[in-house]
T-cell receptor
Framework: QKEVEQNSGPLSVPEGAIASLNCTYS??????FFWYRQYSGKSPELIMS????GDKEDGRFTAQLNKASQYVSLLIRDSQPSDSATYLC????????????FGSGTRLSIRP | NAGVMQNPRHLVRRRGQEARLRCSPM?????VYWYRQLPEEGLKFMVY????????ESGMPKERFSAEFPKEGPSILRIQQVVRGDSAAYFC????????????FGPGTRLTVT
């Protein structure tokens, strides 16, 4: 079992709709969870971090964490064509919790 | 506040040569991480360093690869005797000392081995 699993996509969503991206992780001791956005040929950009169960909202982005189910998700409201990118889920692991494991990413495409 | 800096941005090496990739963390950041990304694949953790210390190198290949983060100067990822399979994007990230472990990435070095 992969440590961090994501559906590779592509996920196609119409402009203005809600895009929902999902991620599961295997290490029950993980404490920190991150979503990164990566445009083709560019470096990953941190867009959300979440540390406790529940929802965290930042503009059009909402991260949701459920540690009991080992599940973290990212919702993007009012999707824009500029949101088309690969979204990487990342989870801290290891004894010091400073090592971060990335999922392989979900490719999101927003169609006009 | 300058972000994470990496150089060179593009590096071409012939098989058997050495590649040196440099990373300067964001100001105030004391943790450096190196990742490798193959085309159409995710980021693979390689090594985590603090100044003068390798904290976790569990993702580093056993041979030809080494990393350092000296007291002065940038972090260096060194690949000796490069092979075609080393062609990839190498990203460096840094994070501040603390509990959040949020990592901020540099622009990457694209290594091509011919």
């Amino acid at each position: 079992q992969k440590e961090v699993e994501q559906n590779s996509g592509p996920l196609s969503v119409p402009e203005g709709a809600i895009a929902s991206l999902n991620c599961t992780y295997s290490d029950r001791g993980s404490q920190s969870f991150f979503w990164y956005r990566q445009y083709s040929g560019k470096s990953p950009e941190l867009i959300m971090s979440i540390y406790s169960n529940g929802d965290k909202e930042d503009g059009r982005f909402t991260a949701q964490l459920n540690k009991a189910s080992q599940y973290v998700s990212l919702l993007i409201r009012d999707s824009q064509p500029s949101d088309s990118a690969t979204y990487l889920c990342a989870v801290s692991t290891g004894s010091s919790a400073s090592k971060i494991i990335f999922g392989s990413g979900t490719r999101l495409s927003i169609r006009p | 506040n300058a972000g994470v800096m990496q150089n060179p941005r593009h590096l071409v090496r012939r098989r058997g040569q050495e590649a040196r990739l440099r990373c300067s963390p964001m100001k105030g950041h004391s943790h450096v991480y190196w990742y490798r990304q193959l085309p159409e694949e995710g980021l693979k953790f390689m090594v985590y360093l603090q100044k003068e210390n390798i904290i976790d190198e569990s993702g580093m290949p056993k041979e030809r690869f080494s990393a350092e983060f000296p007291k002065e100067g940038p972090s260096i990822l060194r690949i000796q005797q490069v092979v075609r399979g080393d062609s990839a994007a190498y990203f460096c990230a840094s994070s501040p000392l603390g509990q959040s472990y949020e990592q901020y990435f540099g622009p990457g070095t694209r290594l091509t081995v011919t």
